[in-house]
């Protein structure tokens, strides 16, 4: 399939979303937004892919929502178009996709990049939600995601002053799961989402939903939710071989049932 403004690839089981609008720092027009659902949907749907990679350029995760083509936008069309809704299937994605981080990733760029199950970063990532600066703010979760994965503090620092923040800091506050050289980021994402997709895929993407309804839910609820998943997973083929081949010595060999 031809994308004009991503670049979509295969390696091994891993299905890799580059955003590629060098010219704008890839700020997400609709456009570019409809393309990674696109690839999305296609590595959701094919069986060989255990793990997503959603990442950017150098210089750029993504600089944002276009400033451009949303300037002119009026409350009736934002409201009735949904404006951003589609943003969210990112969000919605029940395979694991880990974000690769490079340079900015500021308003829409930090939002998209929290959508994804965990953020690794290069050394040269800064973060920030700058809509402020704008006239506007935060629209994709960086007044709710961010909220909850930096704290109250934190998320207020940066949507009311707009400042951005370093690799080291997001780490820190728990934006960030890991911090490596730029020069390895691809390596260690790819290492990472290598080890994800040699994994029984029905686990993984059951270990991913309990995990994200610790954020929709009370803590019984969410116990009693990840118990039963639990129980589950002894109905799988893959329980029995990860068990039987620890207790063989030797490596699993997951059929994904
Ligand atoms: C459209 C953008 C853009 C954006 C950069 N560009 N960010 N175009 N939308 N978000 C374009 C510039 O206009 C310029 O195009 C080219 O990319 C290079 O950008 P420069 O500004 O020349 O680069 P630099 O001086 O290195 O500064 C980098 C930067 C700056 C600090 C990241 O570009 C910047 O502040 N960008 C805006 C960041 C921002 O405010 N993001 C939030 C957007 S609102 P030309 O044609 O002039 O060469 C948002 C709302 C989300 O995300 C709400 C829900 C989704």
Known sequence: MGYEHIRVETKGHVGVITLDRPQALNALCAALIDEVNQALTQFETDDKIGCMVLTGSEKA??????????????????????????????????????????????????????????????????????????????????????????????????????????????????????????????????KAADKIAGFSLPIAMMTKESVNRAYETTLTEGLRFERRLFHSMFATEDQKEGMTAFIDKRKPQFANK
Request: with cysteine; net charge negative; aromatic share 6%.
């Open 61 to 190: 995760f993504a600089a944002g929502a276009d400033i451009k083509e949303m300037a002119e936008l009026n409350f009736i069309d934002a409201y009735l178009s949904d404006f951003i809704a589609s943003w969210e299937q990112v969000s919605r994605t029940r395979k694991p996709i880990i974000a690769g981080v490079a340079g900015y990733a500021l308003g829409g760029g930090c939002e998209l990049a929290m959508m994804c199950d965990f953020i690794i970063a290069a050394d040269t990532a800064k973060f920030g939600q700058p809509e402020i600066s704008l006239g506007v703010m935060p629209g994709a979760g960086g007044t709710q995601r961010l909220t909850r994965l930096i704290g109250k503090s934190k998320a207020m620092d940066l949507c009311l002053t707009g400042r951005m923040m370093d690799a080291e800091e997001a780490e820190r506050s728990g934006l960030v799961a890991r911090v490596v050289a730029a020069s390895d980021l691809m390596n260690e994402v790819l």
